[in-house]
């Protein structure tokens, strides 16, 4: 019987079990298909607070991995496959074992939805990108013609902040209006930078052969003409998957699958903690995935203490 079980070793992950080892509680984590999380699988991470020159993500997740296991973490590369939170103690089926556990924090983050164009794949970090807030900055945007596609709140925001950077940025969305906000929206289209490209889909990022981001193919869906925008960046931003099939029915999720604390950290059900970008819409960013699993670390420490007790 384990006292914490940990699904997922992203940066919530990694926080809860560093918390929870620095509590005694020997927390079992399960790092899914993805050791590390999603900063993994990126290069340079310049917004974490503590490396004042940057840090490579992969290279950052190793030390929080040690960090947590010099205080007793067990890690081990396992999936939960399947939960069952109807009693006490709680049971997870772990790569097709049982595991019972007193308490469970839920860390398995969010992936991104992508456009499902084969150059989207092969131009990945070579100027396409799904973080405004993590990539903009990059001196490879800098002063240059970009692009966000999507319609979205998150689009809108992605847009306007790299306005800080870009000489332009193209806003490309399959209808006529946002679907953000209308506040976002009105901001959007009243930026001077921003030039929305309407009723249109991009069909293929260029340049594969150059092995660079160097402009968008895009059709219009009311006309069928193609175009093709220059640019050095493709910003996708069109929403979010949270890997929370797991607890449908269990948990609460909102529309979007997000789980839904009942409150902190906690959910509706006793010893179930929830943290990072699985419970995030908002924020997704490393330093906030690590604030949550260490929330949810605290609450599962007083959880126990309050069974003992
Ligand atoms: C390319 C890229 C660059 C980024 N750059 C930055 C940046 O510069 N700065 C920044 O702050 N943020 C950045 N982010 C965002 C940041 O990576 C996330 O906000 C952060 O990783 C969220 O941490 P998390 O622990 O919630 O989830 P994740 O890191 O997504 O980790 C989820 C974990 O859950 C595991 N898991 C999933 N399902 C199961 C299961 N059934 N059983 C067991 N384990 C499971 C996965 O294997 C994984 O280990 C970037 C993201 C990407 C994709």
């Not at 074992?97 to 939805?113: C, F, K, M, N, Q």
């Not at 948990?251 to 419970?279: I, M, W």
Request: overall charge negative; hydrophobic content about 40%; proline content about 4%.
């Amino acid at each position: 019987m384990e006292h914490v079980v940990i699904m997922g070793s992203g940066c919530a992950g990694y926080t809860a079990a560093l918390y929870t080892a620095r509590a005694n509680l020997n927390p079992l984590v399960l790092t899914g298909i993805l050791p590390g999380g999603l900063l993994t699988t990126t290069s340079t991470v310049e917004n974490f607070p503590g490396f004042p020159d940057g840090i490579d993500g992969y290279e950052l997740m190793t030390r929080m991995q040690q960090q947590a296991e010099r205080f007793g973490a067990k890690v081990k590369f396992a999936t939960v496959d399947a939960v069952d939170l109807g009693g006490s103690p709680l049971r997870l089926t772990v790569d097709g074992d049982p595991v019972e556990t007193r308490s469970l924090i839920i860390a398995t983050g969010a992936g991104h939805r992508h456009l499902g164009l084969e150059s989207e794949g092969q131009l990945e970090k070579k100027g396409v990108t799904y973080c405004a807030t993590c990539d903009g900055a990059l001196p490879m945007f800098r002063n240059q013609p970009l692009v966000v596609v999507g319609g979205g709140d998150s689009a809108a925001e992605e847009a306007l902040y790299l306005t800080r950077f870009a000489s332009v940025v193209r806003l490309i969305h399959r209808r006529d209006e946002l679907r953000a906000s209308r506040i976002m929206a009105e901001r959007v289209l009243a930026h001077p930078k921003i030039e929305p490209v309407w009723d249109s889909v991009v069909t293929e990022i260029l340049d594969v052969s150059q092995d660079k981001v160097t402009g968008v193919q895009v059709r219009n869906v009311k006309t069928n003409e193609e175009s093709t925008l220059d640019c050095t960046g493709v910003f996708i931003a069109i929403g979010h998957v949270p890997n929370t099939q797991l607890f449908r029915g269990t948990l609460d999720l909102d529309e979007q699958g997000y789980l839904v604390p009942s409150r902190g950290a906690a959910t509706k059900v006793p010893g179930v903690f929830v943290a990072g970008d699985c419970s995030d819409r908002v924020y997704r960013q490393a330093v906030t995935a690590a604030g949550m699993g260490c929330a949810a670390a605290i609450e599962a420490e007083r959880y126990l203490a309050g069974l003992a007790g």
